[in-house]
């Protein structure tokens, strides 16, 4: 089966700083992950992917996230914060050979980036 | 459509009492999720429908909800004798078929309380 595990509630940062928000997942085979966000009084939005191949993968509004098989990880990251940035986050994990389309999501971590 | 729809956005509904949501998918995406998201977790799958597959109900929480999807297109969520644990935000959200790294686009959600 599945799953997502995001192990922080809450991330809080100071603006500039770097930002790590946590995820690992359980899946059988070769996953597909994502990372999508929510704006307060907004609804979820796609930020990026990982498919195959380079392990570290761009997303939007500057945020990234490298993908580790050995530690099955998928952290999202960003070098500098911004209070923009504060919103709730969720991982996501859909896996490969299934021949099926069910896409898990984690708990989400809120982000709180502080002025 | 250009977006995903849903409706309605708030409901407000009596114990015992049923109700039905609404999703309006993206024109031409074969693929449909409904999600639940209560206040403080995270995003809970309930169903998926891709193409004219059986759908996956693995993520129904009981015999009181159910799912249907008509012509490929809309898809309507119901839940009988609605109990206040019921009450959540119930996200769709559609992706193109056929391939499991597409992306899913949510609607806006439609927020169900239960009194």
Redesign the interface.
Known sequence: AQSVAQPEDQVNVAEGNPLTVKCTYSVSGNPYLFWYVQYPNRGLQFLLKYITGDNLVKGSYGFEAEFNKSQTSFHLKKPSALVSDSALYFCAVRAQNTGGFKTIFGAGTRLFVKA | GAGVSQSPSNKVTEKGKDVELRCDPISGHT?L?W?RQSLG???E?LI?F?GNSAP?K?GLPSDRFSAERTGGSVSTLTIQRTQQEDSAVY?C?S?E?LL??????????SRLTVL
């Open positions: 693929a999720y999600y977790q995270g995003l799958f998926y891709q996956d693995s996200l959200a992706s078929g499991g790294a597409n992306v899913l686009t949510f609607g806006a959600g």
